[in-house]
């Protein structure tokens, strides 16, 4: 059984107010919100928390009052994404081979690091190619090695370090004992035949080009190494927290302004209501001040309601795009809830030297809800425990949890077997098929 959509949840994007925002306040969550806040000595006036009952009437503690998001921000880059791109757009990096000169005309693809160009690079062997006199490239070929790991810095990206990156990659012989090993990982990983345990490539010259060399041109041969579905890409930046991949998935989408101007015309929101500097959710410096992403617990309710709706329009779940707490690992590894809640809700943390966020949506006995805490203290350990017990007194309050079916389904085409070597194993994969 997937998520319940029986509620008849109050949203009123139609005009600037959004209707369904006056709280009525329960006295049993509000009481637990109180206890809670004091027992970890966080001052009350600065945190927020809220949710929607059965009815889908607002109910919690300070809906109007301006948090930072911190990471729970990528709920939204998912959403923008989904809306302008589609659940399942992929991303095609096109390879124009000629003679011994390839151009490869990029996509934005976030996730073109070790393991795609590693696979990138056995394919070519495998297809004969292992020496190229000139690689060109465009302005959409964006390479970032360690793209499956944290990065709290946006990386330089522009020709110079691109040709830099493309060039390493296509000298093997050069290659550091750390790229050697990192290829080794992959290949023990793979199923078999998916990797040649030995590669060898060389190339000369590496360069930017403004435009395709070979456009137009019948002699050329053209292949083809498409991504997974965009959502599948969303899913795995939402369970890790991945900054990297929602940075540049928020670039390519448009940026901050064009960021603005949606939630504008899409649901007649203010900069007053919510306000993004950055996909990640990453504190932002403009003119020496620090920028934070901002909105209301109100305004999250009625977007990550969006975020459900619009996935769902297109066949998917939010679940699909979300982490499932007690399933799914990445930053709820060591969160710990009721068994029984396990697969009967999703969430999205965030975490800042002084934030810590939890939002996302509970399927419960009384019907759907979704839900936001956000605790602006210092004290990230105590905010936890704090957004640990609403969890509970939400789910308890709306009835108890109720289950939905959901299995950890990733898209590695490898063999599960083979990742026994791993000590974090994950069926994620940014290569879904063979180079074509």
């Known amino acids: 059984m997937k998520f319940s959509n029986t509620l008849n949840i109050c949203l009123a994007f139609s005009i600037p107010t959004l209707m369904c925002m006056q709280a009525i306040a329960n006295d049993q969550t509000d009481k637990v919100w109180s206890q809670q806040l004091r027992a970890q000595a966080i001052t009350a006036k600065d945190q927020s928390y809220c949710y929607t009952d059965e009815q889908g009437v607002a109910q919690g503690s300070n809906l109007d009052m301006k948090i930072r998001l911190a990471s729970v921000s990528k709920l939204l880059t998912s959403l923008w994404s989904i809306d ?25 693809d976030p996730y073109l690091g070790d393991e795609k160009m590693f696979f990138l690079i056995s394919q070519l062997n495998e297809l004969g190619y292992n020496k190229f006199d000139t690689i060109t490239f465009d302005k959409n070929v964006i390479v970032y090695p360690d793209v499956a790991y944290e990065t709290d810095v946006y990386p330089t990206i522009n020709a ?36 040649r345990k030995d590669v060898s490539f060389e190339v000369e010259s590496v360069n930017m080009v403004d435009s395709n060399p070979f456009a137009g041109d019948d002699k050329v041969k053209v292949l083809t190494l498409s991504s997974p579905g965009l959502y599948k890409y969303l899913k795995q930046m939402n369970i890790k927290s991945n900054n990297y991949i929602a940075e540049t998935v928020f670039r390519q989408v448009g940026g901050t302004s064009n960021f603005s101007q949606y939630i504008s015309d899409r649901f007649k929101l203010t900069s007053d209501q919510i306000r993004f500097y950055s996909g990640s959710g990453l504190p932002t410096i403009i003119d020496g001040v620090r920028k934070d992403n901002y909105a209301t617990c ?3 309710l009625n977007l990550i309601s969006e975020l459900k709706k619009s996935i769902e329009k297109q066949g998917k779940t939010i679940e699909d795009v979300v982490a499932v707490p007690g399933s799914d690992g990445g930053t709820f590894r060591n969160r710990v809830f009721p068994s029984d809640f396990k697969n009967s809700f999703v969430a999205k943390t965030g975490t800042l030297m002084h934030t810590s966020t939890l939002a996302g949506a509970m399927n419960t006995q009384n019907g759907f809800s979704f839900f936001g805490i956000f605790n602006q203290s210092t004290d990230i350990t105590g905010s936890k425990v704090v957004q640990n017990a609403m969890v509970k007194s939400i789910m308890t309050e709306m009835g108890g949890p109720k289950v939905f079916e959901y299995e950890v389904e990733g898209f590695h085409p490898y063999d599960g077997d083979s990742l026994k070597n791993f000590e974090d194993v994950s069926d994620f994969s940014s290569v879904e098929e063979n180079l074509f």
């Open 84 to 108: 302008k791109l589609g659940a399942d757009y992929k991303y095609d990096t096109k390879l124009f081979i000629k003679g011994n000169n390839l151009h490869i005309q990029g996509s934005y």
């Open 298 to 300: 109100g305004v999250m």
């Open 160 to 195: 110079v370090t691109m040709g830099r990156v493309l060039k390493n990659y296509f000298n093997t012989s050069s290659w550091s004992t750390n790229s050697k090993d990192e290829y080794a990982n992959f290949y023990n990983m793979a199923k078999t035949g998916k990797f």
